[in-house]
Nanobody, 122 residues
Framework: VQLQASGGGLVQAGGSLRLSCAAS????????MGWFRQAPGREREFLVS????????SYADSVKGRFTISRDNAKNTVYLQMNSLKPEDTAVYFC????????????????WGQGTLVTVSS
């Protein structure tokens, strides 16, 4: 199983980015998907998760209303649209998947991507 995250980069505060995570080696449509991030010296932080059906989501308060998760099962890809970015959003962003879990505990996810760096300048 591979999860390949992309789309990170440098953006000014108030700007937007869309991250993508392409999955391979698994039946994508039966997996719940999630996004986490980790800033230097900090623990991995839950951002959002999306059920396998695409009908249920769970957002962290820190990103609710600014970030949106979506999936395209035909492309085996999950997206994270990030708007109104702030300097405190600077971190490495990771996608993750699990066939049964879609909560906020990173230890309960089975597969992880390699991460993509997002840097928000003030």
């Amino acid at each position: 199983v591979q999860l390949q995250a992309s789309g990170g980069g440098l953006v000014q505060a108030g700007g937007s980015l869309r991250l993508s995570c392409a999955a391979s080696g698994l039946t994508f449509s039966v997996y719940n998907m999630g996004w986490f991030r980790q800033a230097p010296g900090r623990e991995r932080e839950f951002l959002v998760s999306l059920s396998r059906s695409g009908t249920r989501t769970s957002y962290a308060d820190s990103v609710k209303g600014r970030f949106t998760i979506s999936r395209d099962n035909a492309k085996n890809t999950v997206y994270l649209q990030m708007n109104s970015l702030k300097p405190e959003d600077t971190a490495v962003y990771f996608c993750t998947s699990d066939i049964s879990y879609w909560g906020a505990n990173p230890s309960d996810y089975n597969y992880w991507g390699q991460g993509t760096l997002v840097t928000v300048s003030s």
